[in-house]
C-alpha cells in the first residue's frame, strides 16, 4: 500500500486530467534536483533516459526544460550541455502520434548540422509501436525504476532520499513497475469476485488499459503478471507490428495481448489466472505434431493454443525473483512462436504450392 504522505499522488489527484504533464513535470524536477545535488551518482539514470554516455560528473551542466517549442511540435523534456541537445517524449497510457517522433528527429537533425551532438528519446510505460526509427532511444519506465532503486542505496541527503522515494512511489503505485510476481494472482481475483459478485470488472465490459485493474487492491498481483508478459513479449522479439492490450467479458472473463493484430494472443482467463496461454488460429490441424500445445475447433475454426500453470509445484514460479521470472516467460513465449512460425511456414508453402 502506498504511504498517506506521498505528496506526488496527493497532488496527482488533483490532476489526472493532466497525467502526462504531470508526471513530465514531476520527473523533470527529480532530475534538476539530482543534477545539482548528486550529478556523479546519478549518470546511470541519464545514461538509461537518454542511450547518451558521459564522463563522471558530466551531467552537471545539463540544463533541463520541458515543453520546448520547435517548428516541428513540443517535446515534453529537453536536455541540454555545450554541443548536446536531448529531446525526450514522455508517455504514460497515451500513444505516440503519427508522425510524432519524426517531427522531432527533424528538429535535431536541424541543430546537428551546427555541429550539435543530438538524440531523441521516447520514455513509454508500454512497448513502443515496431514502427518507431532505430534512431530513436526508447526506454520505459520500469528501467527508470530500476535506475533510481540503485540510486536508494547511495549517500544522498534527506531531501534527495525523500524526493527519488516519493518518485519511486508515486510510478510503482501507477503500475509503472515491473515488480517480481509474488503468489496472490488467483487468490486475489477469488477475493475481488467475491465482493463485487455479478458488478465485476471481467463482465460488465471491455477495459483498454492494465491500469483499470490498479483501482482495486485485490487485482495488483494479476496487473503485475500481465506487465510481465507484455514485457516478455517485447524481450522475446516475437512481434513485427503491434501490441496491444485488450480484455473481453466471454468465457467469464479474459485479459491479454494481441500481438500483430490478433495474429497470436497472449493471455490469461479470470478462471484460472495462474495459467497463462498463447494462441494462435486458424490453422491446419493436421500440421499439429501434438508434441507442445493442444489443437481445437470453435465455430468452425481450428486454433492451437499452449499453456503453463505459473502455480504449478514443478516450476515454482512465485519463488523465483524476478529476472528467473522473465526468463521463464520469455522462453515459453518464445517455444510457442516457434510452433506458431511452423503453422505458417505450412501455411504459406501450401500457398506457393503449385495447384
Same mark, same amino acid.
Given at each position: ?7 506526488? %499522488? ?16 514531476? !520527473? ?10 548528486? #550529478? &556523479?551518482?546519478?549518470?546511470?539514470? !541519464? ?27 513540443? #517535446?515534453?523534456?529537453?536536455?541540454? +550541455? ?22 522531432? %528527429? =527533424? ?32 526506454? /520505459? ?20 532520499? !525523500? ?10 503505485? /501507477?503500475?509503472?513497475?515491473? #515488480? ?47 506487465? %510481465? ?28 495481448? &494481441? ?6 494472443? !497472449?493471455?490469461?482467463?479470470?478462471? =484460472? #489466472? ?14 499439429? @505434431? ?17 499453456? +503453463?500453470?505459473?502455480?504449478? @509445484?514443478?516450476? &515454482? ?28 511456414? &505450412? ?9
Amino acid at each position: 500500500m502506498p504511504s498517506k504522505d506521498n505528496l506526488l %499522488l496527493e497532488l496527482h489527484r488533483w490532476a489526472h486530467h493532466q497525467d502526462e504533464n504531470f508526471t513530465t513535470e514531476s !520527473f523533470a524536477h527529480l532530475l534538476k534536483h539530482l543534477i545539482n545535488d548528486a #550529478p &556523479n551518482s546519478a549518470g546511470g539514470l !541519464f545514461r538509461a533516459l537518454t542511450g547518451v554516455s558521459l564522463p563522471e560528473g558530466g551531467w552537471k551542466e545539463a540544463v533541463i526544460s520541458t515543453q520546448v517549442h520547435t517548428m516541428y511540435g513540443t #517535446p515534453d523534456i529537453s536536455i541540454c +550541455l555545450d554541443g548536446v541537445t536531448i529531446y525526450v517524449e514522455v508517455k504514460v497510457e497515451a500513444a505516440l502520434a503519427d508522425g510524432q517522433a519524426e517531427g522531432y %528527429l =527533424s528538429a535535431l537533425e536541424e541543430l546537428a548540422s551546427s555541429n550539435e551532438v543530438t538524440q531523441l528519446a521516447l520514455l513509454t510505460k508500454y512497448p513502443a509501436p515496431a514502427t518507431v526509427s532505430s534512431d530513436v532511444h526508447q526506454v /520505459r519506465w520500469f528501467e527508470i525504476i530500476d535506475e533510481l532503486e540503485k540510486l536508494e542505496l547511495e549517500e544522498f541527503s534527506e531531501v534527495t532520499k !525523500f524526493l527519488v522515494a516519493q518518485f519511486i512511489e508515486f510510478l510503482s503505485t /501507477r503500475g509503472m513497475a515491473i #515488480p517480481k510476481i509474488r503468489s496472490g494472482v488467483s487468490s486475489g481475483v477469488r477475493s475481488y469476485l467475491s465482493r463485487v459478485g455479478d458488478a465485476s470488472i471481467f463482465t460488465t465490459g471491455a477495459f483498454r488499459t492494465t491500469a483499470r485493474l490498479l483501482e482495486e487492491t485485490e487485482l495488483v498481483p494479476l496487473h503485475d503478471l500481465l506487465l %510481465l508478459m507484455a514485457l516478455a513479449i517485447e524481450q522475446a522479439g516475437v512481434s513485427h507490428n503491434s501490441v496491444r492490450f485488450g480484455s473481453g467479458h466471454n468465457v467469464g472473463g479474459w485479459l491479454g495481448w &494481441n500481438i500483430d493484430g490478433l495474429r497470436c494472443h !497472449f493471455h490469461v482467463c479470470v478462471a =484460472s #489466472p495462474d495459467t497463462i496461454v498463447y494462441e494462435t488460429y486458424e490453422i491446419d490441424p493436421a500440421k499439429h @505434431d501434438g508434441i507442445i500445445g493442444r489443437v481445437y475447433e470453435v465455430r468452425n475454426q481450428w486454433t492451437w493454443d499452449n499453456s +503453463l500453470d505459473l502455480a504449478s @509445484d514443478d516450476l &515454482n514460479f512465485y519463488d523465483l525473483d524476478k529476472s528467473e521470472q522473465i526468463d521463464v516467460l520469455v522462453d515459453f513465449v518464445r517455444k510457442s512462436e516457434e510452433v506458431v512460425g511452423d503453422f505458417r511456414r &505450412n501455411e504459406n508453402e501450401i500457398a506457393d504450392s503449385p495447384n
